[in-house]
């Protein structure tokens, strides 16, 4: 039978935090077990309007609570203990700055006379996280005197995590309690209006000032993940008679003509790569992950190619220095600026639409698909019917249902979606940790986004991310989420990504393996099993649908473990499918 808890102004203090978040429009809270937390946690937990969510580890907590971030919009708070358990938070908290994902990380802390003098898991909060967070905050130990202070730093939080002046992002508040840490909410301060900032997209729309000099000109779409709506994206290819070159990110590789889905393949020849030199370029949204898309497009800028990015947050997400001009706008805003520019007065496309520019491109893009599927077919052949990387990637999302969304991990299954993934009338929504661009934490962060409850989530990843974040898999008994996250595990034995890499060449097999390679001793289905989570082994496209359509939407959690090629017979896979798809499409465009 629970004690009844006496009256504290520290109560107090986190309920009404956590009362001005719900009513700005937090919905979910990630918790790990930890004393000095306690005050926040009882305040989450008396909470009707929000979905707790109580996660072992620190860091897969942060990681859970960016996916309840990418898949809401909203930021998440994720709430620690003190010491290093504050710290395990730092690689999420990167990957949200980074990838501009909302996220409250709220770290307990040790009460002044407690700093210094050795006290247990006592380490200094303070900035903890450095420059990757959009707002930091250390109101101290909460007394009643600064009661009026409590809203409005609680809205503030909210406001800077999801639309303050750098774009969405981390916000780290360290909260000192002083024992008892046990106690009950008096009265709390009267709300006022709920929080918010100037929202950007209200700021005027800049134009290129020789925009309509487009028209007529060969010029291309970047588009990757957070290039805006689909509708204005190909409304101006479509205008301009530009192709799109659509990152399965986008939302816009779809089965239209001005889209271009196998642009890393056949941009890889270096013959096609030169005769599609643009001279326009426009990038929207992130990068590509494709190291080949990257190098034409320096190749073009260094020709002279206009280059031009739009983002909400002025972020110069320009790795390669080939951006000449950043205009800082909503990017459907801006689109249909341009758009309304372009055609005042004019009926129909203004540019080369249909001309032989578009024309070109889309030749290119018929042939590299065809010739992947012929590829692929022979790769079904040699193997006896067997998956490969390329062909998992290329098979797995017209086989999920309507709906569904994708985490795939920043290693070959990103890379491997970017080159073979195909144009889909509803494709579905594809995610990854893009921000800092690591594996950490892939497995926490399906799950965050599968916890929105909104879609069944795929996670699409290699054995290896799946070992680094296993904790991820550890649940109370009877925990049943309601939501359904299936996790596809390439399984190569190793870190594949690094055979594509000069080390491989460099070094001898042994040493190879020990500093890159690294394979693992334990085995993928007896780790998930060990877990009590349904398993599938699955050898060939047949086994694999036939787990997803068992798994995809029916269970909470599940593992489907692809047996894949070795990693040095995977590199020679993808030689051999790019040296197709470069024959096929010199061929088609008159370059041979």
Request: glycine share 12%; with cysteine; aromatic share 6%.
């Amino acid at each position: 039978m629970s004690v009844p808890m006496e009256p504290s102004v520290q109560a107090t203090f986190t309920a009404t935090l956590v009362d001005e978040w719900a009513r700005s429009g937090m919905t979910d809270a990630v918790i790990c077990p930890g004393s000095r937390s306690t005050p926040l946690a009882l305040a989450l937990l008396a909470r009707d309007d929000l979905r707790l969510h109580v996660r072992l580890d620190e860091r897969g907590a942060g990681f859970f609570a960016l996916g309840l971030g990418l898949g809401s919009g909203r930021p998440a708070l994720v709430c620690t203990t003190s010491g290093t358990a504050a710290a395990e938070l730092h690689a999420a908290v990167v990957e949200a700055h980074h990838a501009g994902v909302p996220l409250l990380a709220c770290t307990a802390d040790r009460p002044p006379e407690l700093q210094d003098v050795g006290a247990p898991q006592t380490i200094d909060q303070a900035h903890l996280f450095g420059r990757a967070v959009r707002w930091f905050a250390d109101p101290g130990v909460p007394d009643d005197a600064g009661r009026t202070g409590w809203r409005p730093l609680a809205a503030r939080a909210y406001a800077e995590a999801l639309e303050g002046p750098g774009g969405p992002g981390p916000v780290h508040l360290n909260l000192a309690f002083r024992d008892p840490l046990v106690g009950s909410a008096g009265p709390l301060p009267a709300r006022g209006a709920v929080g918010s900032v100037h929202p950007l997209r209200a700021l005027p729309v800049e134009l290129p000032p020789d925009i309509r000099h487009w028209a007529g000109r060969r010029g291309v779409v970047v588009a990757g993940d957070g290039c805006g709506p689909r509708s204005p994206v190909l409304g101006l290819a479509e205008r301009l008679g530009w192709p799109v070159l659509a990152d399965p990110r986008s939302g816009c590789r779809v089965p239209r003509p001005v889209v271009v889905g196998a642009a890393d393949a056949f941009l890889r020849d270096p013959v096609v790569a030169e005769a599609l030199l643009p001279e326009v370029v426009v990038v929207l949204g992130a990068p590509w992950a494709s190291k080949s898309i990257a190098g034409w497009l320096r190749t073009a800028a260094a020709a002279g190619a206009e280059v031009v990015a739009v983002d909400p947050w002025w972020r110069w997400r320009d790795p390669d220095h080939v951006v000449g001009a950043l205009y800082r706008a909503d990017p459907a805003q801006w689109l249909g600026s341009v758009i309304a520019d372009l055609t005042s007065g004019a009926e129909g496309p203004v540019g080369s639409a249909g001309g032989p520019w578009l024309g070109h491109w889309a030749e290119a893009e018929q042939a590299a698909q065809r010739a992947i599927d012929d590829a692929l077919r022979d790769e079904r052949g040699r193997s006896g019917g067997g998956l490969c990387e390329p062909g998992l990637a290329r098979s797995l999302l017209p086989m999920l249902p309507d709906g569904a969304r994708v985490l795939v991990s920043s290693s070959m299954p990103v890379r491997d979606l970017e080159s073979f993934a195909p144009a889909l009338e509803r494709p579905p929504g594809v995610f990854a940790n893009r921000g800092a661009n690591g594996i950490d934490g892939v497995c926490s962060t399906a799950l965050g986004l599968a916890a929105t409850g909104t879609a069944p989530v795929v996670g699409l990843v290699g054995d290896l991310a799946f070992l680094h974040d296993v904790s991820a898999l550890a649940r109370a008994p009877g925990t049943r989420s309601g939501s359904s996250c299936t996790l596809v595990v390439v399984d190569n034995g190793g870190g594949g990504i690094f055979s594509f890499l000069p080390q491989a060449a460099a070094l001898d097999e042994q040493d190879f393996d020990l500093l890159f390679g690294t394979p693992q001793l334990p085995r993928v289905v007896d780790v998930a099993g060990g877990f009590g989570i349904d398993v599938a082994d699955v050898h060939g496209e047949t086994g694999l649908a036939a787990a997803l359509e068992r798994f995809v939407g029916r269970s909470d959690l599940a593992v489907v473990r692809a047996s894949v090629p070795s990693r040095s017979e995977n590199v020679a896979v993808h030689g051999r499918i790019f040296d197709a798809v470069g024959h096929a499409v010199r061929a088609v465009v008159g370059l041979r």
